[in-house]
């Protein structure tokens, strides 16, 4: 079954409508790339996804309406989001940021245990346990804000940029990271991004959004070789 299916999806601030008729899916496992130019609507896609805009339309996750579920029922659900700026809790520690992420286990041992299996993910992140999160590098903030969302054990995780203010090599190194939770985990990735390149790379298939609307679709290989996407997106 079709794990987020999102159709005739209208969504804005206020008066102004940002999000003009959308409709798209992603499968079970894949990993769907959403490209666009800034301010094109990606972030406000992900978060009427997340639930933390009121939307038009119809949002469900396995089938289910979630369109007027609020965003702590969409976590319990399987949905998990990756705030763009990274958006972690800067006075709390690493392990109080995970624990944060996992406001919706009720199980300490689960916490306890999903902890560890991110530290073995994120070494980086098990050497800065009690430290703040403020005090930690870009790369490693990015870090942490994926395992924290990873805490409620999602099934599809929204992932706002990931690469943003990242040097190439860290990156690479975060890409790496999404491809062994989604082949692992079996977690789905929906993947804003303006790091076409890369993230076509990674991706099983990708949307392109231009001004609220989504204008192009299609498996990430044939994308790539597109030459519409070279010239818009890759530089080419
Ligand atoms: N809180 C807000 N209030 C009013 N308008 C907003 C708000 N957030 C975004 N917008 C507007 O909505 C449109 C889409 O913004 P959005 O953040 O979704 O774009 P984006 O594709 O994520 O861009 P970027 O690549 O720069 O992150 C823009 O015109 C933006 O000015
Ligand atoms: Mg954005």
Known sequence: MTLLQVSSLCAGYGAVEVLHDLAFDVQPGEIVALLGANGAG????????????????????????????????????????????????????????????AYTVTSRRQIGQDTERWFELFPRLRERRRQQAGML?????????????LMSRPRLLLCDEPSLGLAPAVTQEMFAILRRINEEQGTALLIVEQNADVTLRLAHRA??????????????????????????????
């Open 42 to 101: 990606k972030t406000t896609t992900l978060r009427a996804v997340a639930g933390l805009l009121p939307a038009r339309g119809r949002i469900a996750l396995d089938g289910a309406e979630v369109t007027a579920a609020s965003p702590a029922q969409r976590v319990r659900l399987g949905l998990a989001l990756v705030p763009q700026g990274r958006g972690t809790f800067g006075e709390f520690s690493v392990e109080e940021n995970l624990a944060l992420g």
């Open 137 to 149: 590098s870009g790369g490693e903030q990015q870090m942490l804000a994926i395992a924290r969302a």
């Open 207 to 236: 949307y392109v959004m231009e001004t609220g609307a989504l204008t192009m679709q299609g498996p990430a290989r044939e994308l790539l070789a597109s030459p519409d996407i070279q010239r818009s997106y890759l530089g080419a």
